[in-house]
């Protein structure tokens, strides 16, 4: 009896800790659409895109690892465990990086918009039952995720528009397979062609998914390495294609949707 005792433990410890992974990355869908309409009334409120991701992304982000951890590059980071936060906001580093490099763009980008990567980690923190600071390595990737949103943005050519953002998280959804990302991409698709304006918004939408479909998984990069690459360079190796229905959409009609008869932004 007491052999028997002993062997069932593992078999509850598993069972628990089943629960307890189940519970961790339930999808909330319910609660992903309350965050929606919030960001929807207010395309500057960020905390609420963690929201829903943390509402939506299941087992993205251990399976996003574990890939990691099957390609050199993406082990060898993942080993180096470098915060990429820190880099990023590293302001001497960034001013080395020479003209018409990815750290270039990048630089510039964050200067015109007053963006930082330790402010994008506050609104993060947002999100009370998000793990994104957790000491473990789904934490790490998690972190890593999220740090480079603003260096896709420059690698993809979208801007921080509503339709741009848009662009990027549906570019992002086959790159980490999180189910936020296409949730957010297609609501907004939908928002846009509310307006009925004649611009290609759901074309621009659909084209980056597929963009990010074909471009290699950017994840596992060197992105220390990455910000001193040409630009255009960097794009080509990565397989990242020209963003033609967003560009094609007049700069002023990017921030246009409307949600409940209200209409945000120019539409024009």
Same mark, same amino acid.
Request: proline share 4%; net charge neutral.
């Given at each position: ?37 919030? *960001? ?122 509503? *339709? ?66 040409? *630009? ?37």
């Amino acid at each position: 009896m007491l052999a028997q005792a002993f062997r069932a433990v593992p078999n509850q410890v598993s069972g628990q800790a089943s629960a307890t992974s189940r519970r961790r990355y339930a999808i909330d869908p319910v609660r992903a659409m309350r965050g929606f309409r919030r *960001l929807v009334a207010d395309k500057e409120d960020t905390g609420q895109v963690f929201e829903i991701m943390s509402a939506l992304s299941g087992r993205s982000i251990p399976n996003g690892y574990l890939r990691m951890l099957r390609t050199d590059e993406g082990g060898r980071q993942a080993y180096l465990g470098m915060e990429l936060a820190d880099r990023l906001d590293d302001e001497a580093w960034l001013a080395a990086c020479p003209e018409g490099s990815v750290g270039a763009a990048y630089r510039d980008f964050r200067a015109a918009r007053g963006f930082t990567a330790q402010g994008l980690a506050e609104e993060s923190r947002k999100v009370a039952d998000v793990e994104i600071d957790a000491a473990h390595p789904n934490g790490w990737y998690a972190r890593r995720l999220r740090d480079v949103h603003d260096v896709w943005h420059v690698l993809t050519g979208y801007g921080t528009d509503a *339709l741009g953002e848009a662009c990027v998280v549906a570019f992002s959804y086959p790159q980490t397979r999180s189910a936020g990302f296409a949730f957010i991409a297609a609501g907004a698709a939908l928002e846009f062609e509310k307006l009925r304006k004649g611009h290609p918004y759901g074309r621009a939408i659909l084209q980056a998914w597929r963009h990010g479909r074909r471009a290699s998984w950017l994840p596992a990069l060197d992105y220390e390495a990455l910000l001193s690459e040409p *630009l255009e360079t960097a794009r080509a190796r990565l397989r990242i294609a020209r963003p033609s229905f967003y560009e094609a959409v007049p700069q002023e009609a990017r921030n246009g949707y409307r949600f409940d008869g209200e209409t945000s932004g120019d539409p024009s």
